[in-house]
């Protein structure tokens, strides 16, 4: 390992201030402190520092990202030919989704450092995560041009655009995913599900379940084949990692326990959703639409919504950034999502749209509750 | 009694915890002063190389308040002023005399303190040096003569890494305490808060007169006095005063006005990975660092700090220790580069967050040195500041509004009430590397200058 450190540190002067690469500072920073720990010491107090960095952080989403990956590239093989082994789903789905992955990290990570050449500043892990997370929201046989065009569109306007890491107003990866929902609809509308079989066109069970007025939804997708269990182990066709929901529980149990994700938000979702979906089930007698039957149950594991509200919704920096507010911004999303797939029939996956929507009223939410806050203060003031 | 209770905050486990046992520092041979320790005070000299002084003599006044002086803490000859950038005052060395020769004030017994009037306490405070062991929020300054505050805060309950503990040093000496706390009741003739750890058991602490008498626990900053100012009579603007003194000052306050001298002693604790020795050690004011650690090993490749490892400054074995400081700490510097050390279990690795392996164990077996551990970033809201934060103030938007400059939002979210030693936990935590307690500071100065 002595030579790596000392290879880099004969390129270190090349890519300071006056050395000939010195533009391309940031994607010497990135592979230095990739490979070692940046060596700068405290300059001021506090003289000693946690071990926590953004490395670490991301580092850990991606650890709790993993079950559902590789869950999800079995299911691919498993959809295609449940017959073979683990091994041969692993592979099949790893050949049918590995590209997409690699175009997505390459394409996206070249806009990522233009930008942070042109911008000066440092490439920030927060790619590693976005990179990850788009192609696990999409359908396995998504052409990769698409891929490619989607994590652009993603990194640039969804993320550069407004400053970079950390000034984004909505989460980068859901905007590359919108941005392909709504950009290629005969592609990619939600009520059917891509496999890697050529004559396997399936629809959602959320499909399913709004496909007959004045039905029973719980028969329809019963009827139709999906299981609560199926639904909830995810092996039902469907994206390349967002079908299970047990997987992304196990995910929701790292971030939870490393607090990464706000615990808070994924509460609020699920309390939204549940609240959402009872008040809806009590409609639904007096109405035809059969998407009101569903039970909450059926809303958990079905589409998208598990991987929604715990990898997607739970990004720190297009959330919701104070406590109180990330109820606020957790409940909301749970009762968007709910009302998506119940009353805008268009649209059958409606978790997408109410994260974004939850994005977008993050802000506001924040600042109601930085005034509550402020009139506490002035409160605590007046008792004096 | 009731106890405020405060979850949020972190006890730093560093190794190297100072043992309950005090040591004699032998007498120096010199002692230094330096008047940037007196934030607030612009000093203008009084003396000139080669002249002598007693203790107790002063050294310089404040430009803002001509009757505000710094006083030798010993009696010798100035052997060398120091001179900084455009001449400015950066230090004063005297060379100690072998018999020490006071200056005399005026003295009263422990029951005729109650007959003192506040313009003399205010006077004999100025004249012997000591006032500026008064400090004022906001802006944690040399407190102004001219503005009574509105309470003066007392913590006796310390929860910094290796800061002495309250109980151990009434133990020893709580000569003036109840004198002290009189006077600076008289003095600023408004309430004296004096805050106790939940389990204090000093009765000199616990039967005191003239105060106010407050139980807080929880982990640090539950000791700082911000903190406690937060949750007992929070600042509400610029114009709030509130004031507030270290507990071993106001012994040197009550021993002043009993003694008639200039008190030089106080007692202050040696900490750290780098020292062989943990102990507290009996100093006098002005002291170097190296004099302190006097017959002390140091490890090679340490840091030397004057204050706890959390707000110190670092300085050299010829520095002294801080005017305010009651704390030596020596840590290793950082050992250099690990390889992919993100990626490693971090048996070893120390962190307040649950993300590496050492969590399991508490913190057990990790070491702590100076390295970053991270490149700086922007900022990512994890909520880690937060959590160790033990007040009413959301510090992710405060930081954004001081980034900003916008000096309105930074008042609606409390700025007044803050220091940057109560941040210096979430500079500690922050997963961006953020100098947290440094923004806060500047944010300080900022609304100061424009507000």
Known sequence: MKGLRKYLDGLSPHFSEGGKWYRFAPLYEMVDTVFYVPGNTTTRAPHVRDAVDMKRSMFTVILALLPALFFGLFNIGYQVDPGSGIVQNLLAGAVAAGPMILVSYAVGGLWELLFAVIRRHDINEGFLVTGLLLPMTLPPEVPLWMVAAG?????????????????????????ARAFIFFAYPGDMTGDHVWSLADDLTAATPLAVAASVEGGDAVSLVTSAGYTVKDMFFGLIPGSVGGTSTLA????????????????????????????ASLLANMLAPASQNTMLSLPPLYHFVMGGFAFGIVFMATDPVSAAQTDRGRWIYGILIGVLCVMIRVLNQAFFEGIMLSILLGNAFAPMIDYFVLRQNIAKRQKAYDRQ | MDVIRLKKGHDLALAGKPEQRLVNAG???????????????KPKLTVKEGEHVKTGSPLFYSKNCPDMFVTAPGAGRIVNIGLGERRSVEEIVIDLDKTESFEEFERCDERSVASLSSGRIKEQLLLSGLWPVIRQRPFSRVADPDRLPKAVFISAMPTAPFSPDTDFLLYHDATGLQTG????????????????????????????KDVVLHHFAGPHP?????????????IRNRDDVVWYVALQDVMRIGRLFLKGKYPVDKIVTVGGESVDQRHYVKIRQGMTIGDILWGNKVGKNARLISGDVLTGVQRSADDPLGFYHETVS??????????????????RKYSVTNLFLSRLLNNRG????????????????????????????????????????DIDEMEKLGIYECDPEDFALCSFVDASKMEISEIIREGLEYVEKNG
């Open chain 1, 151 to 175: 994590i652009s569109f993603g990194v640039v306007i969804g993320k550069e655009v407004t400053g970079g890491t950390g000034y984004n107003v909505f989460n980068p990866a859901l905007v």
């Open chain 1, 248 to 275: 992304a529980l196990f995910g929701a149990t790292v971030l939870i326990v490393s607090r990464i994700a706000n615990w808070r938000i994924m509460a609020g979702g699920l309390v939204g959703m549940v609240g």
């Open chain 2, 27 to 41: 007498q120096p041979a010199r002692l230094k002063i330096r008047p940037g320790d007196f934030t607030g005070i």
């Open chain 2, 181 to 208: 706390l009189s006077i600076l009741k008289k003095l600023a003739g408004s309430p004296v808060h004096l805050v106790t750890a939940k389990n204090s058991s000093s009765a000199p602490l616990l039967q005191a």
């Open chain 2, 222 to 234: 539950a000791g700082n006095v911000g903190i406690h100012i937060h949750h007992i009579a929070p």
């Open chain 2, 330 to 347: 020596a840590i290793p510097e950082s050992a250099g580069r690990e390889f992919v050390g993100w990626f490693r279990p971090g048996l």
């Open chain 2, 366 to 405: 990790t070491r702590v040195d100076t390295g970053m551990h991270g490149s700086p970033r922007v900022i990512i809201p994890f909520g880690n500041i937060e959590s160790v934060l033990p007040m009413n103030i959301l510090p992710t938007f405060l930081v954004k509004m001081i980034l900003a400059e």
